[in-house]
């Protein structure tokens, strides 16, 4: 087992802000990763088994820190509905791209990743516009159904872009910037459990997955995981108000990017 | 702790109510507190972790 330190960092800084941004841990880290010189089945099986834990592990830290009530109990509480339903729609979406993928349904890879990449570039632009409004949002489950199903269509086709699309769909429904981080790190958790299964049928079909990156990767998200969730309980609303908009701006950039640089 | 539970009780079905309390009630230094539960929790999550690597270590 190696643990390779500039992995470690890259991990913890980008489920850092994975977790109290609720995105960019797959956005970002797999381009980089690419870039650094790894290959996808060194990547992707490896960051969906960590952000898997991490995911989970995040979301019960930011209960713990009391960003979020999750109950297991009934009566079950609105923030684990709304995360349940994320959730569902999310699992549904990974396994739908999966069996796309089996049958080699080629979708024009560079057309829907830069159709979410636009999407997520104006929904940031629309978060930054919207500091400038007073008037505190309701709560709007209609609106953040059609976010669920819109970012869950676009991972269903394989486009990415689930957690900026949800979680600003979350912020635009009305829901608490602490609270939809929360949701959506705990959605996500449970979303990449499909993932990896799917990545194990996969693997038993004769792909081989190469487990070298995942104790890093797992060690710099591992810690990122608990010390995230108290950051955001500490950082007044306000700033997570500006950090997530401008944070999406910039995973549009960076989706665009990618479909130029590989 | 038991103050800003009672507080969050009164308008429980309001999504995001405890954080929202939190952050009216206490400034950032008082969130910055640690309580021993939440020491608990995360002595837990390290000893998982160090199962997980051993794990790792034996298997990779």
């Not at chain 1, 802000?17 to 381009?31: K, Q, W």
């Not at chain 1, 500006?242 to 989706?255: D, F, K, R």
């Amino acid at each position: 087992m190696e643990l390779i330190l500039y992995i470690i960092l890259l991990a913890f800084l980008f489920e850092m802000m994975d977790s109290s941004a609720g995105m960019g841990f797959g956005t970002g880290l797999t381009p980089l990763l690419f870039l650094i010189g790894y290959d996808p089945l060194q990547v992707v099986p490896i960051l969906l088994i960590s952000e898997a834990v991490t995911g989970i592990t995040s979301g019960m830290f930011h209960h713990e820190f009391q960003n979020v009530r999750f109950s297991i109990k009934r009566p079950i509480s609105k923030e684990t509905k709304i995360m349940l339903m994320i959730a569902g729609i999310g699992c549904f979406a990974i396994f739908f791209s999966v069996i796309l993928t089996y049958y080699s349904l080629k979708l024009p890879k560079d057309v829907i990743k830069t159709y979410v990449g636009i999407l997520v570039l104006l929904m940031g632009i629309i978060g930054v516009f919207r500091l400038k409004s007073k008037v505190r949002d309701t709560y709007k489950p209609k609106l953040l159904a059609g976010f669920a199903a819109l970012a869950g269509f676009n991972k269903g086709i394989g486009a990415g872009g689930y957690g900026p699309v949800v979680m600003m769909g979350q912020l635009f429904s009305g829901i608490y910037e602490k609270t939809a981080t929360a949701i959506v790190s705990l959605a996500e958790g449970f979303v990449c459990i499909v993932g990896v299964a799917a990545f194990l049928l996969i693997s038993s079909y004769g792909v081989t997955i190469d487990f070298a990156l995942l104790p890093s990767i797992f060690t710099g998200g591992f810690l990122a995981a608990i010390l995230s969730p108290y950051i955001v309980r500490v950082l007044p609303n306000k700033i997570w108000k500006l950090v997530i908009p401008i944070y999406a701006i910039s995973m549009g950039i960076l989706t665009i990017s990618k479909v130029f640089l590989f | 702790m038991e103050e800003i539970n009672s507080q969050t009780d009164v308008f429980q079905d309001e999504i995001g109510s405890i954080a929202k309390v939190l952050d009216s009630k206490m400034t950032a230094v008082e969130r910055m507190k640690i309580t021993k539960h939440n020491l608990k929790r995360i002595s837990m999550a390290i000893i998982f972790y160090l199962i997980t690597m051993l794990i790792f270590a034996a298997l990779l």
